[in-house]
């Protein structure tokens, strides 16, 4: 890799290296997981079960907004001021709908097409996890993101032939690739911190 | 014959064409940076390029004069925020940059 794209990639990458994303993800998953749980195993048409349903799209949403700002704040307070800001390109990749329906596609052929292992939740929940995380990981050059999402898909499809209970298998998908980010992240972020001490003054004195 | 009569190959007259402000290392290593984002901040180009503060801020001040980037300052909190952000005519130098490169190193 020349160093041009060697210093590029770097940063893209520094968007990811301080872990606080996948922090923030790790913990939206694992939430989700234990919500689909709970929609796997409460009783149907108990008030617990209803619940669980009506949660699942208000936590996504909610999770979303939850992470964003979590990042957003987070960054504001304790990285910047100690290794500086970038603001990243907003203008939207205009494959970005091609980036997104290429894994959905893949997933509604396999449900419609296969009859046996690969028609499972836990199948599909590993799928779209692996192809978004390696995605960003081989962009990034970031290995741990790589290797979670080889886990969850690795996971998803060994769910699938332990014959799991549908709703099941994919919760534990998403609780178990939620806790491995929480740990990389947590993992990531401690080790951030403690390589870069908050300035005591000004960062930007000596700049004239 | 003398070296005024022997100009240099004709292979090689790309490389002295190459822009020389955009060609020092650490001007080539803040315009590589800006070119992949939108901005970025003081902090931010003098940790990734490893120069000390005096340095970077000589380097920014040349790059602004050629109008090869836009210095902003601002302050974030209680913190001041100097923001740098390539030019279009930082943008084209460093695309017509990297195609006399590839051409001089032949990739």
């Given amino acids: 890799m020349d160093n041009i794209t060697k210093i590029q990639k770097q940063t893209f990458r520094y968007y990811y290296q301080d872990g606080l994303a996948e922090l923030a993800v790790g913990v939206l998953f694992t939430v989700i997981g234990l919500n689909l749980w709970l929609v796997s195993s409460a009783p149907q048409g108990t008030p617990l079960s209803l619940a669980a349903w009506i949660a699942l799209p208000i936590l996504t949403m909610g999770g979303i907004f939850w992470v964003q700002r979590f990042v957003k704040n987070h960054k504001e307070s304790q990285v910047h001021p100690r290794t500086g800001y970038i603001a990243y390109d907003t203008q939207p990749n205009p494959y970005r709908w091609l980036i997104m329906g290429i894994p959905l596609l893949v997933a509604l052929l396999a449900i419609i097409y296969s009859d046996s292992w690969l028609n499972h939740e836990s199948v599909m929940g590993g799928i779209l996890l692996c192809l978004i995380l390696v995605s960003i990981g081989t962009r990034v050059n970031l290995w741990r993101l790589i290797g979670i999402g080889i886990f969850g898909l690795v996971l998803g499809i060994t769910l699938a032939f332990l014959q799991i209970n549908e709703h099941s298998g994919l919760a534990i998908t998403y609780a178990a690739a939620g806790l491995a980010l929480l740990l990389s992240g947590g993992v990531a972020w401690r080790r951030y911190l403690s390589q870069n001490p908050l300035p005591k003054d000004d960062p930007e004195a000596g700049n004239d | ?107």
């Fill in chain 2, 1 to 107: 014959m003398t070296e005024k009569e022997h100009p240099i190959n004709e292979s090689w007259a790309g490389l002295a064409s190459v822009d020389k402000l955009i060609h020092e290392p650490a001007r080539l290593a803040v315009i590589t940076i800006l070119d992949s984002v939108e901005s970025a901040d003081f902090l931010y180009l003098q940790k990734a390029t490893g120069l000390t503060k005096g340095n970077l801020s000589i380097h920014l001040q040349k790059l602004e004069e050629a109008k090869l980037i836009e210095i902003q300052k601002t302050f974030q909190g209680k913190y001041p925020r100097t923001l740098c952000k390539l030019t279009l005519k930082g943008k084209q130098g460093f695309k017509i940059y990297k195609k006399q490169m590839k051409g001089i190193l032949g990739k």
